[in-house]
């Protein structure tokens, strides 16, 4: 059980908008932690999509974008293409944990149809 | 250009231990908190540790705290985890990750990953 909640899937045809959402908690986003999230291809290590809950990093095009209000965030694909078709995860901080925790949620596969 | 390349894992017998390298090239190493992050078959993302720039503090989820132990040799640009009396609930492709530099952790840069298999 994932301390951040995400919908285990969603799908869009191509050029259609998408939104992933990453549901917390008083702990974790409602504390006020930014909110990133990583894009995992197939077979490939997770790449970095949004920092601080709605940065791009250099190189990622302006059609992924991200939001956060309250205890949830959110990730929006615009004019989808078939190479978005991966696994998203979002991830914060939880003061609830013990150590310096990172939390992740459970991922979202993302289809493509 | 940052890479991060990560060696070391094998099958190993549970009850077993094993330690695992991440070579870093392409930024200033020592002055960046670094994570490992794992991920087992099928499953999702699960951060594992961190270890700040000069190795003076270090984190562990609960799920690995008094079994492993992370480390760095700044002067090697070298990262590491030592694992011991591993359980099959370990197996796992181990990333190593660059964190961002942001207040709490975030990860910009990931290696390819290595994997650990703990069975009999």
């Known amino acids: 059980q994932s301390v951040l909640t995400q919908p285990p899937s969603v799908s869009g045809a191509p050029g259609q908008r998408v939104t992933i959402s990453c549901t917390g908690s008083?702990?974790?986003?409602?504390?006020?932690?930014?909110v990133h999230w990583y894009q995992q291809l197939p077979g490939t290590a997770p790449k970095l999509l949004i920092y601080?809950?709605?940065n791009r990093p250099s190189g990622v095009p302006d059609r992924f974008s991200g939001s956060k209000s309250g205890t949830s965030a959110s990730l929006a694909i615009t004019g989808l293409q078939a190479e978005d078709e991966a696994d998203y995860y979002c991830?914060?901080?939880?003061?609830?944990?013990?150590?310096?925790?990172?939390?992740f949620g459970g991922g979202t596969q993302l289809t493509v149809l | 250009e940052v890479q991060l390349v990560e060696s070391g894992g094998v099958v190993v017998q549970p009850g077993g231990s094993l330690r695992l390298s991440c070579a870093a090239s392409?930024?200033?190493?020592?002055?960046?908190?670094m994570h490992w992050v794992r991920q087992a078959p099928g499953k999702g993302l699960e951060w594992v540790s961190l270890?700040?720039?000069?190795?003076?503090?270090?984190y562990y989820a609960d799920s690995v705290k008094g079994r492993f132990t992370i480390s760095r040799d700044n002067s090697k640009n070298s990262l590491y985890l030592q694992m011991n009396s591993l359980r099959t609930e370990d197996t796992a492709l181990y990333y190593c990750?660059?964190?961002?530099?942001?207040?709490?952790?975030?990860?910009?840069?990931w290696g390819q990953g290595t994997l650990v298999t703990v069975s009999s």
């Open positions: 991830q914060s901080y939880d003061s609830s944990l013990s150590g310096s925790a990172a939390v």
């Open positions: 008083s702990s974790n986003i409602g504390a006020g932690y930014d």
């Open positions: 601080g809950n709605s």
């Open positions: 990750a660059k964190d961002l530099g942001q207040e709490n952790p975030s990860f910009d840069y």
């Open positions: 392409g930024f200033t190493f020592d002055d960046y908190t």
């Open positions: 270890i700040s720039w000069d190795g003076g503090s270090t």
